[in-house]
């Protein structure tokens, strides 16, 4: 049986995937099992940070394999010190807990913030949390009563009671939901740029009042940058772009560069919430996924930032003028492509063409590597825009 035939037979079948068996990839170059070429737009959703097969980050994990691939959390291991070391210096954040997805990572963020309520005013007093409409938080029960789309509200219940919605760049809607549940909330979740909701950034003045609000009812704000982190936007988290000090961020897509690591991040108020017992993960910051990322940060350094910030403004400068294209969203290298023609189709065509692309909702999504060479990007662009125009 081919990889397809056996994946379809053995695997659950919860993903709609594209006729493609990818084997093998380099810098933002894929080839699949017929030897055809691709130039990578997706990253693997905005995982492959620095690309694939990075020799720097190969090296270095592979390293740590042959050292020490696992030990525990009942032990101390020098990858994950280093690299909580390097995530709080550069976020300004007091501490962190790893583990091994966004999911979890906003799993653990959701925990502390009830925890923090529950030692400041009560058990169950203050367990609401507001996030928002057209967000997505991840596929737990609690994260997915977080994530404020209808779509996923069925079927799986009951989910996890505490979770209101309020509409986004909307602040009377968000004083609204503040205000129905008076007394009862301890956080506001924001998704600063609503990836798997199309690719909408939040506005600069929504985001700042929110926090405003936070700040005046004495709630924690909690952001969500799984997808947004690790320099996407063009800043190692894109809160730096919007003027606030959060109290929680997760992280994990792009962290570790192509290995599955999730981190939540705590500020000050609440750096001591989860003690000892409280909250666990067996792979939680492993060896080898910390070296890769510890790895990855280091790679992102303030000239790799600014060409993510040139990459995007260069491809809104392209595609700005491009037939077809009806608007851009989103921040940085993280695009949102509203088409003349359904994104699905220009998706598939792409692929056919040689070029990945991803689409979230009605839009194409370009989430490439952060250090993706600009005369590939430039023969990748032109075969999207020939997509997008019909030909
Ligand atoms: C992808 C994503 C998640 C879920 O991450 P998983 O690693 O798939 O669990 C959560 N929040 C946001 C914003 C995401 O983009």
Not at 50 to 57: C, F, I
Not at 188 to 210: D, K, P, S, T, Y
Not at 327 to 352: F, N, S, W, Y
Request: a negative charge; aromatic letters at 6%.
């Amino acid at each position: 049986m081919t990889t397809q035939e056996l994946t379809n037979q053995y695997i659950a079948n919860t993903y709609a995937r594209f006729p493609v068996t990818f084997t093998r990839g380099e810098g933002s170059r894929l080839w699949d099992d017929t030897g055809k070429e691709y130039i990578d737009l997706g990253s693997g959703i905005a995982v492959n940070t620095l690309g694939l097969a990075d020799s720097g980050w190969a090296e270095t994990v592979a390293a740590q394999l042959r050292a020490l691939a696992h030990s525990s959390n009942l032990y101390y291991t020098q990858p994950a010190a280093k690299l909580a070391q390097a995530l709080c210096e550069r976020s300004g954040m007091q501490n962190v807990f790893f583990s091994n997805s966004g999911a979890e990572a906003n799993e653990c963020m959701i925990k502390c913030a009830r925890k923090y309520a529950a030692d400041k005013w009560g058990e169950n007093v203050r367990p609401v949390i507001v996030s928002l409409e057209n967000s997505f938080h991840g596929r737990t029960l609690a994260t997915l009563a977080a994530t404020g789309q209808a779509d996923f509200h069925h079927d799986f219940g009951p989910f996890p009671a505490g979770f209101a919605h309020a509409r986004p760049n909307d602040i009377e809607s968000l004083r609204r939901q503040l205000d129905e549940h008076d007394g009862q909330c301890c956080a506001i979740l924001l998704e600063l740029v609503q990836g798997e909701g199309g690719v909408v950034a939040l506005e600069q003045a929504f985001v700042r009042e929110a926090a405003k609000l936070a700040k005046e009812r004495e709630l924690l704000l909690l952001l969500d940058e799984v997808q947004t982190g690790n320099g996407r936007t063009g800043t190692l988290f894109a809160f730096e772009q919007y003027d606030i000090r959060p109290d929680l961020v997760s992280t994990a897509k792009g962290l570790a560069g192509g290995l599955p690591f999730g981190a939540t991040l705590f500020g000050e108020a609440v750096s001591g919430t989860l003690g000892p017992g409280s909250h666990g993960s067996t792979f939680g910051g492993n060896p080898a996924c910390a070296a890769g990322a510890l790895y990855v940060l280091d790679q992102l350094n303030d000239s790799l930032l600014a060409r993510v910030r040139e990459s995007g403004a260069w491809l809104r400068a392209k595609l700005q003028a491009a037939p077809g294209v009806l608007g851009l969203t989103g921040l940085g290298l993280m695009l949102g492509i509203k088409t003349a023609r359904p994104a699905k189709e220009i998706a598939a065509q792409c692929l056919a063409k040689g070029v990945v692309v991803l689409t979230a909702k009605d839009k194409v999504r370009l989430l490439p590597a952060l250090n993706i060479p600009r005369d590939l990007l430039e023969e990748a662009i032109d075969i999207l825009i020939a997509c997008m125009d019909g030909q």
